[in-house]
Every structure is written in structure tokens, then in C-alpha cells.
């Protein structure tokens, strides 16, 4: 246990089991050759601009890159067009009728559209969005269920060069507002309703308050998925089938700028306040794209499934964007994991015959507390690939995954990245990486990632400390909606040159690299800075615990004290011996410096909507203070309930 002065955060975790990947994986991957990482490091510019070659430009760029520090320019003066990379170009193929998405409903209905279906659809709903005087620049917000219109708004957006910002269905009327009115948008394309564990979710109810306050917005294209009754305002709130009927179905796709808007999207607000991240066409295609295929292995036999919303960064590059420029078959699932049962993601994967399922590490950690028998009720053999996303994975639940959905055959790729980046950054490439549970291994060809300490300085291998970016990428975000100055605040002032995630991370002593969770969050006991992941994959490791989000609080001597919420496995009794019995393996697992020394449970803990811990709630719960901001939050009444469990613990 190494805590020299210079490493910025400590690393205590161990974890020793290693998954290589088995020959006839690498026998039929896509990569497998470990040179192609030496291949990029020596030119990063000529890599990323062979990927582009793949792709269809109405010109080719001028030059790779341009880089005024924090200004980035990719593929400059090139000229395409996504939606044409993500449909025309596969309609000369035999991919022609090829199953692009495969969508699942959530009360049992299904549709499956070809990539020429979904090139018709989204020619005649961009002639729609044209006829309603929507013009290349305008922002178009999108709020909808998981139904296959929204990745058709998506692509149509793209076809017409409206940047699209996307809503998450489960988000109330005022953050739906709040974004509306930050991106000035002219057209709101949302439903009816949407169903969720078997209810309906009133969007359009939802998207009338939010109308109240929003001047921007000229018109409301409706979409008609539960059929129950809604508002149409005269003169602005239209009928999706209405304006599709006859539209027509021919639509040339605008020539983009490489560096012309593609979308905007707000992160999930786990931190603050949702930032509107500002991603282009070309480089963000090309990151896309590249990723997709190598990160998953993506082959023409295969079908896909990316379980996110395309409410987040996940859904935009891995449902729809990489895999259709991928030429693959995308599922997409409207519903949630245990509606109508527990098995229904099992079921999803039984039912399609899904070979690459890429998912979150809350989800697993869900499914882990209910328990082996759900996946053990479906055929999941025709799985070969799983992947995580959105928070560290500990490794307990990673072995989990592994062993109980892959039936220990299926590399499983931790993927790092967030909105900002657009892609994937750091990630196993399943034909070559030695797999660590727990680990998202290295940086992704092409990219640079470091670990630095306070100063900026690499830390050494086995220590921990910022993780940062030190080149410019493709599909990096290039500012924040109507702020350049947060951009430039936020993301590059606290090292000078470098990218700043916001995240801790560690590098063992083979260059590994651990995400350690999010700097903010980082515990500070007695001088010794700790992170929250280490704790709580400490405390997963324990066979009655499900999952654990953990927190400082402040202490006298000690500055801040260990507070763990804790959700034990379903059967399991919550007694003052498992308390005991929790503190002592944290000890012996990491280190006596990080026993926790407040163990609550916790049937529920206070997640986004996309499903990560917010860490700084359960802060204010523990200290006392009033919630911070809790609109991103997906059930409020969680936070209630935690201050009464904290209170009884305190009495
Ligand atoms: P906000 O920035 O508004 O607070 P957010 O950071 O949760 O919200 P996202 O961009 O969706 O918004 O999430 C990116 C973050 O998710 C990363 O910075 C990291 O903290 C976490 N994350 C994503 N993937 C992984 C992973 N594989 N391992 C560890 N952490 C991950
Ligand atoms: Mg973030």
C-alpha cells in the first residue's frame, strides 16, 4: 500500500484474477494485433484519418487536425453527412434489407425496421421538419419514449443539419423546460405517452406545462404510442402520422461541414447543474464509428444491443449512431428490467438471439441482488460479448456478470467515457486485452490518458491520482452550449494543455488503469484522500451485499468520517452482526485507515435518471444540510427515506 506525497489519491484495492481471451476469440476478432496501439501512439492524426477513409464524404478534408488549445477542429473543410453515412450508404449493399433496428416494446410489442424502412422514414419526417420551416442550425428538442420515432427524429435531424438535443422521457416538465429554453429550440418532437412498468408516463401532459415558458419553440410534433387522450394546441401541436402521411420520400442529405453542429446533449447531472455539451458531425462520426466496431467487435452477423435511453450519450453513440454506421442490427427496448418480471432482459436476449449486450453497472448490481434464478430461466447462449458503462464497475459485480449472463465465455469490455467525450476512451479491445475485473484497462488507440497529482505530474504506475487526456480526439466535445467560458473553466484550466474528466483513477504496476470515481467525491480521512469506489467495491465483495455508495462526512479528528449506505441482497438480514461483520472485511480488504464507521442500509439509494449513485445527496443527507439540486434525481422520495434510516442510525 503505497502513499507516497505525490500520488493524489490512494490505491488500496487489489485485485489479482486476470481473463485472457480465448483463442477463437481472437481467431475471429477484428483486432488482435497488440501494434495497433503503437501503430496510433506514433500517429495519432494518420490513425484517426484512416477511420475516416471508411466513410463517405461529399469532400474530403483539407487537413486532420487543427488544434488551438482548447479549440479543437477535426477533419477541417471535409463535408458529409451522418444520417447518410448511417443509411444511404448501405442501401447499394446487400444490407439493403438487413434488419437496422430490431425494437422491443414494452407491454410485448415489436417492430423491426430495415435500413431501407428507416431511410424512408427518416426522408419523409425531414421533409415534415422542413415544411415546418425548420432550417439547417435550428435546434430541435426531442423528448420521447424509447419507440423507434425517436431515433428516426434523430437521424432526420441529422439528415436536415438541425441540431437535435434529446430529453430523457423520464425527466420532469421543468427540466425539460430548463433545456428547451437553453438551446432556444424551435420544434419539440415528443408522444402521447410513454409506458413504463406497465403505467403511462404522460409526456405530452408533461411537455404543455413545459410550453408554457418556452417563447423558441414554434411548433410540437406529437407522436401517437399509448392512444390516451391529449392537448393539441391549435396552430402549433401537430400529429406525427398527420405530417408523415403524405410527406415525401425524397430528402437529399445536407452537406455538413465536418465541424457544423451534429447535437447538443446535458450531462445526467450526477455533479450540478446539466451542462449542454456541443458535439460536431465529422469527428464525432469518426470516433463513433471507429469504437463501435473495435470496442464491441461489431460484425454483419451480429445482433446488437445497447440497453441505455438515447436520453444519454450512451444511446446516441452506441443504439443508434455507431452501430448504424456500423451497418448492424441495433435492439432498442422501450421498458425497464422487471417489468413484467424480473427476466425480461433475459427474455430480450432469448427472444432476438442478442450477441453483444452492453449495459450499466447499476443494472448488474440490480440483478445481482435478485438473485441467479432470473437469468438461469432463459437461453443466453447466443451471447458473445458484454460490455459496461457509467460508473465503475466493482469487481464482485463484474465476476458476477462474467460468469452468471456470459456463462464465463464472454470477454466483458468496461468502457469509460462520458457525454463529453462522445466516444469511448478508455476500454479493453476484447481480442487483445487481458481482462481485469474491475479495470477499464487502457486508453482506446489514439487516445493519451494520464494520472497526474495536484501539480500535473504523472503519477507513478501503482498510484493514484486525476485522470487526464492529453491529446485531442475526434469525438471530443468542442464547448458548452452558449458558454465557452465554462467550457474552457471546466474542463481545461486546472492543468494547462491537458483534459480534465473530473475523475480519480489509478494505474497499477502493469499500466492498468482504475477509475476510482469522481474527484469531487473523494474521501479525505486523517489525510489519507480514499476513494468511494475502493470502499464500496470492498464492501460488494461481501456475499450479502448488493450494492454500496459510500461518503465522507465531517469529523473532529479525523476530518471526515466513513459513512457507507449499504443495500444487502434480498433475503439477507440487515442485523447489527453483518454491521460488524462489513466494517472488519472492509478492514481486512483495504486497509483498517478505510473501516467504515457508519454502516446504514439502505433498501434504495438516491441514483439519476440514467442510474448512477448521486454521492453528493446522500453528503447532505449525512451532514444534514438541505438537498442540493435533486431534479435529475430518479425517485425523490428515496432521499426521504434515507434521512429517516440516517436519523434512527444517529439515535
Ligand atoms: P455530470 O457531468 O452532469 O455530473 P455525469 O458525469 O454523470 O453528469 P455522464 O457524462 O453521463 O454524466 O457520465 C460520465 C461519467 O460517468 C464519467 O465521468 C465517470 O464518472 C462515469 N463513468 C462512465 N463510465 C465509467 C466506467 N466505465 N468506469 C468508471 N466510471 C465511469
Ligand atoms: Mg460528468
Given amino acids: 500500500m503505497a502513499s507516497e506525497a505525490n500520488m493524489a489519491i490512494e490505491a488500496l484495492l487489489e485485485e489479482g484474477r486476470t481473463f485472457p481471451p480465448s483463442k477463437t476469440f481472437i481467431a475471429n476478432a477484428h483486432v488482435s494485433d497488440p501494434a495497433i496501439y503503437e501503430r496510433a501512439r506514433q500517429n495519432p492524426e494518420a490513425f484517426w484519418s484512416s477511420w475516416a477513409e471508411e466513410l463517405h464524404w461529399f469532400r474530403r478534408w483539407d487537413k486532420v487536425l487543427d488544434w488551438d488549445v482548447p479549440w479543437a477542429k477535426w477533419f477541417v473543410d471535409g463535408k458529409t453527412n451522418m444520417a447518410y453515412n448511417c443509411l444511404d450508404r448501405h442501401l447499394s449493399t446487400f ?14 410489442d415489436s417492430r423491426v425496421l430495415t435500413y431501407w424502412d428507416l431511410y424512408r422514414e427518416v426522408c419523409k419526417f425531414a421533409n415534415v421538419l422542413k415544411g415546418l420551416g425548420v432550417e439547417k442550425g435550428d435546434r430541435i428538442t426531442i423528448y420521447m419514449p424509447m419507440i423507434p420515432e425517436l431515433a428516426i427524429a434523430m437521424l432526420a435531424c441529422a439528415r436536415i443539419g438541425a441540431p437535435h438535443s434529446v430529453v430523457f422521457g423520464g425527466f420532469s416538465s421543468e427540466a425539460l423546460r430548463d433545456r428547451i429554453q437553453d438551446a432556444e429550440a424551435k420544434v419539440l418532437i415528443t408522444a402521447d405517452g410513454g409506458y413504463r412498468r406497465g403505467s403511462i408516463v404522460p409526456l405530452k401532459q408533461n411537455a404543455d406545462a413545459s410550453m408554457a415558458e418556452t417563447p423558441s419553440l414554434e411548433k410540437a410534433v406529437v407522436v401517437r404510442r399509448t392512444g390516451q387522450e391529449v392537448l393539441m394546441q391549435d396552430g402549433r401541436d401537430l400529429w406525427w402520422h398527420d405530417l408523415t402521411a403524405d410527406a415525401s420520400q425524397d430528402c437529399p442529405a ?15 447531472g450526477t455533479t450540478g447543474k446539466p451542462k449542454g455539451i456541443v458535439h460536431t458531425t465529422g469527428g464525432y462520426m469518426v470516433g463513433t464509428y471507429a469504437t463501435t466496431k473495435w470496442v464491441f467487435d461489431l460484425k454483419d452477423e451480429d445482433t446488437y444491443w445497447c440497453s441505455a435511453d438515447c436520453g444519454w450519450v450512451t444511446g446516441h453513440s452506441y443504439l443508434v449512431y455507431g452501430p448504424l454506421l456500423n451497418d448492424a442490427t441495433s435492439v432498442m427496448f422501450e421498458g425497464t428490467p422487471d417489468y413484467p418480471e424480473r427476466d425480461r432482459f433475459w427474455s430480450i436476449i432469448e427472444k432476438y438471439g442478442v450477441n453483444i449486450l452492453y449495459t450499466a453497472p447499476t443494472a448488474i448490481r440490480t440483478f445481482m441482488r435478485w438473485g441467479e434464478e432470473w437469468p438461469q430461466r432463459r437461453d443466453l447462449s447466443s451471447l458473445r460479448l458484454l460490455g459496461t458503462v457509467g460508473e465503475p464497475i466493482n469487481p464482485e459485480a463484474w465476476v458476477w456478470y462474467w460468469q452468471n449472463i456470459g456463462g464465463g465465455r464472454c470477454p466483458v469490455v468496461d468502457t469509460w467515457w462520458q457525454t463529453e467525450t462522445g466516444a469511448i476512451m478508455i476500454t479493453p479491445l476484447p481480442g487483445i486485452t487481458n481482462l481485469k475485473p474491475g479495470s477499464a484497462t487502457f486508453p482506446f488507440p489514439g487516445v493519451e490518458a494520464d494520472v497526474v497529482d495536484e501539480a ?21 466535445l468542442r464547448t458548452i452550449y452558449g458558454d465557452p467560458d465554462r467550457y474552457v473553466q471546466t474542463y481545461w484550466s486546472r492543468y494547462p494543455g491537458m483534459y480534465f474528466t473530473g475523475d480519480g483513477a489509478k494505474r497499477d504496476e502493469q499500466g492498468y488503469l482504475w477509475l476510482l470515481g469522481r474527484v469531487d467525491d473523494v474521501l479525505n480521512v486523517a489525510g489519507h484522500r480514499i476513494s468511494t469506489m475502493e470502499v464500496e467495491s470492498a464492501l460488494v465483495d461481501h456475499h450479502a451485499v448488493a450494492e454500496a455508495a459510500v461518503i465522507g462526512r465531517s469529523h473532529d479528528v479525523k476530518g471526515q468520517a466513513i459513512c457507507a449506505f449499504v443495500t444487502i441482497k434480498e433475503g439477507v438480514e440487515g442485523s447489527s ?5 462489513l466494517r472488519d472485511h472492509v478492514a481486512t480488504k483495504i486497509g483498517a485507515i478505510a473501516r467504515p464507521d457508519d454502516i446504514i442500509f439502505a433498501a434504495e439509494l438516491p441514483k439519476t435518471r440514467s442510474g448512477k449513485i448521486m454521492r453528493r445527496l446522500l453528503r447532505d443527507v449525512a451532514e444534514g444540510h438541505a438537498l442540493g439540486d435533486t431534479t435529475t434525481l430518479a425517485d425523490p422520495s428515496v432521499v426521504e427515506y434515507l434521512k429517516g434510516q440516517y436519523e434512527e442510525h444517529e439515535a
Fill in 95 to 108: 444490407r439493403k434489407n438487413k434488419a437496422a433496428i430490431v425494437w422491443e416494446g414494452e407491454p410485448g
Fill in 254 to 268: 445536407e452537406e455538413m461541414d465536418a465541424e457544423d453542429v451534429l447535437f447538443l446533449l446535458y450531462t445526467s
Fill in 456 to 476: 500535473g505530474n504523472s503519477v507513478p504506475l501503482g498510484g493514484g491520482g486525476y485522470l487526464v487526456l492529453k491529446l485531442p480526439w475526434p469525438s471530443m
Fill in 577 to 581: 452482526d453483518l454491521i460488524a461483520t
